[in-house]
C-alpha cells in the first residue's frame, strides 16, 4: 500500500514531526510519500488560511494521485497511490478533496474525530493557539460530532517557533490535557495539529484516559479505508465535479479533474 501524506503548510519542521509519527505508525507494508504544501503559510490558523492551503493540497494530489485507480501515475507527475492523508488538524480542502480522485482521501480531524468517537463518548480537543478554535469547532460540527465535544483548549501564549512547540509547551499541554479530563468530562483527548505530532507517545501513563494523535490516526485510518475496498464514487454528492468550461488551472490539476470526470461519466458495465 502506498499513501501520500501532506503537510498543508510550508513548515519543513512540521513536515518532519509529520514523518516520523507516520513512520512509526504505518504497517509494514505501507509506502509513505511526504510532501510539503508548494505554497501558504507556516501554519495553519483560520478559516482564510485553510482556504489557501486547500489549494496547495488540491495541487499535490492530483500530481501524485492522478490516475491511482488504474495503478499508475500520469506521466511525469510522479507514482500512483492508494490513499492520501491530510496531514493538518482542520482538514484544510476536506471534504471537497474526496471529489478529486477514485482513491480515498482521509483528513486527519475526521480521523481522530472517528478514533476518539470509538473509545469514548466524549472527546476534548488540545490545540496550539486561541485563534484556532473556531476552525475547529466548525471542523467537529461539520463531521457531525457537535454533541460529543467536551471542550477545546488550548495555549494562550505567543509560539516561538512552530516546530518547537512540543518543546517549549509539552508542560502546558499536559495541564490542558488533565484539565479536559477533570474540569471538562472527557473520556478521550485529541491532541491537535501536526505540531503535536509524536506527543502522546511522550505523554503516555500522564493522561488517564485515551490520548488520540491525529497524524497516527490519520495513517491508521487511511489504511484501514483502503484495505476495505469500498468501492469509489460514481454518484452521490462526492462524485466528480460536472464537465464545463474552467480556465487557468495547471496542468496536473486539470488533468486529473478530466480523468475524475472521465472515470464518472463512463458506462456502467454490463451486467
Same mark, same amino acid.
Given at each position: ?49 485553510? !482556504? ?65 468517537? !470509538? ?6 480537543? /488540545?490545540? /496550539?493557539?486561541?485563534?484556532? =478554535? ?31 512547540? =512540543? ?31 509524536? !506527543? ?18 490519520? /495513517? ?36 486529473? !479533474?478530466?480523468?475524475? =470526470? ?10
Amino acid at each position: 500500500m502506498k499513501l501520500l501524506v501532506i503537510n498543508p503548510n510550508i513548515s519543513d519542521d512540521v513536515t518532519a514531526l509529520i514523518e516520523a509519527e507516520a513512520l512509526r505508525s504505518a504497517g509494514p507494508d505501507t509506502e509513505l510519500i511526504v510532501r510539503t504544501a508548494g505554497h501558504g503559510v507556516e501554519y495553519i490558523e483560520t478559516r482564510f488560511e485553510a !482556504l489557501i492551503a486547500a489549494g496547495a493540497v488540491a495541487e499535490l494530489i492530483a500530481d501524485y494521485a492522478h490516475d491511482a485507480g488504474t495503478g499508475r501515475g500520469r506521466e511525469g507527475s510522479g507514482p500512483a497511490v492508494d490513499g492520501v492523508v491530510v496531514a493538518a488538524f482542520g482538514d484544510p480542502g476536506m471534504p471537497a478533496l474526496k471529489e478529486l480522485v477514485d482513491v480515498p482521501v482521509i483528513g486527519i480531524t475526521e480521523a481522530a474525530l472517528c478514533a476518539a468517537a !470509538l473509545q469514548g463518548h466524549r472527546f476534548s480537543i /488540545i490545540a /496550539i493557539s486561541d485563534r484556532i =478554535q473556531a476552525w475547529y469547532l466548525d471542523c467537529v460540527e461539520r463531521f457531525g460530532f457537535g454533541g460529543r465535544l467536551a471542550s477545546i483548549r488550548s495555549i494562550n501564549q505567543s509560539l516561538n517557533s512552530i516546530g518547537s512547540v =512540543q518543546a517549549d509547551f509539552k508542560e502546558t499541554l499536559l495541564e490542558l490535557s488533565l484539565q479536559a479530563v477533570e474540569e471538562d468530562g472527557a473520556d478521550v483527548v485529541i491532541l491537535a495539529g501536526a505540531p503535536l505530532a509524536g !506527543l502522546a507517545r511522550e505523554l503516555e501513563g500522564q493522561i488517564p484516559v485515551p490520548v488520540v494523535d491525529g497524524i497516527s490516526a490519520g /495513517i491508521r485510518m487511511t489504511e484501514a479505508v483502503v484495505a476495505l475496498k469500498s468501492g469509489a464514487h460514481r454518484g452521490g454528492s462526492f462524485a466528480a465535479p460536472p464537465v464545463k468550461r474552467r480556465t487557468g488551472l495547471s496542468e496536473s490539476l486539470d488533468a486529473a !479533474l478530466a480523468t475524475a =470526470q472521465s472515470a464518472h461519466h463512463s458506462p456502467s458495465p454490463s451486467l
